[in-house]
Structures are given as C-alpha cells and as structure tokens.
C-alpha cells in the first residue's frame, strides 16, 4: 500500500479502517462489534439509558446493550472495552463505562450482562465512580453519540486490578492493542 493510499485510507476512517483493511488484505475477517439492543448509527431504546434516582434525564432502567464481537486476531489474549459519551459535560466527555480483563474465550456480552459486576470482566472507574454498565443521562434536545470500543489485547485477563480510567487504560494500550472495533448508539431524553 502506497503512501496516498494509506494517507487516504487514514482520511476516510481512521484507524479502526486501517486494521480492517489490513485484516480483509490478509484474507482474516475484519474484527467487527455489533449488537441486538441496537444498530450502529441508531437511537439506543429507553431501558438502556440510566435510572439515577434524583436526576431528571435518567429515564431509563440502566440495562446493558446486547454485544458480539467478531474476527479478533488469533494471538488476543483480552479484550477491553469502553463506552464514551463525547458530547457529555459540554463537550467535556462522559466516561459511561471500562471493561477490561475479558478472557479471549468471551465473545458477548448478554443484554444485562454487564448492568452489575460480573465474572466476565474487571470493571474499571467510570466519570459516575462506578465498574459496571451506567447507561446514558442524556438532556432533551440533540441526541448524543454513545460510542462503543472493543479492542483487542495481548494482555492477560488478570494482569490489572479493577478501579482503573479509561485514561489509565489508554496509557497502557500502546503496543499492546492488536485490533479494536466500535459502534455507536444515539439517545436523548424522551
């Protein structure tokens, strides 16, 4: 691959392309997230959103969304995966929810799976200071982009404790990430 070929490559979908393409040019199927609850680019249903007792723009019943993830390189070892609202706090970002430590045998998650702690995962520290799934708290007005990553690791499932940052994570994934896959769920406040 050329040099204006990657430079567009780039250009038209960042890096998330870049490792799909490479996977489809070495005849592997691309590492893909999907989802039931959803469809990328979609609105998210109510029950997803978060039931924050004493905030008016929780209206939901903070259910977990349905996840598959398929076409991992063959020497993952964990996966981790984060939620991120970026237009949350004025732009500011939201940090909904880290996974991390999930075994390369977990391909899914179930609808509710992740709404508490569970054995599939470690839960990192959200921007709410909780491990688990917070869904969405999204204001009326213009929806927000709830965008979903699972990447691919040559982590071990135990090598961290639980209670890290997105942030924290994202200083360790260099060199250590082999594919990463996303989508991204819509939601505003009924």
């Known amino acids: 691959m050329g040099f204006k070929q990657l430079a567009a490559l780039l250009l038209a979908g960042g890096a998330m392309a870049l490792m799909s393409a490479g996977a ?8 893909t997230l999907t989802s039931t609850t959803f469809k990328d680019g979609q609105m998210m249903p109510k029950k997803v959103a978060n039931n924050t007792a004493g ?4 209206v939901g019943e903070n259910v977990s969304p349905q996840f598959t993830w398929t076409g991992a390189p063959a020497d993952t070892k964990s996966f981790v995966m984060t939620m991120i609202d970026p237009e949350g706090r004025g732009g500011a970002g939201v940090h909904h929810w880290l996974a991390y430590g999930i075994p390369a045998s977990v391909t899914s998650f179930a609808e509710g799976e992740t709404t508490n702690d569970g054995p599939n995962y470690v839960g990192g520290k959200s921007t709410q200071g909780v491990g688990h799934y917070s869904g969405p708290c ?10 979903f990553v699972i990447i691919a690791t040559d982590f071990d499932p135990k090598a961290f404790e639980p209670g890290m940052t997105i942030p924290e994570m994202w200083a360790k994934l260099p060199g250590h990430s082999k594919a990463a896959a996303g989508m991204v769920g819509l939601f505003v406040k009924p």
């Open 55 to 58: 905030n008016a723009n929780c």
């Open 138 to 147: 999204t204001p009326p007005g213009t929806p927000h982009h709830y965008t």
């Open 24 to 31: 489809s040019a070495q005849g592997a199927a691309p590492f």
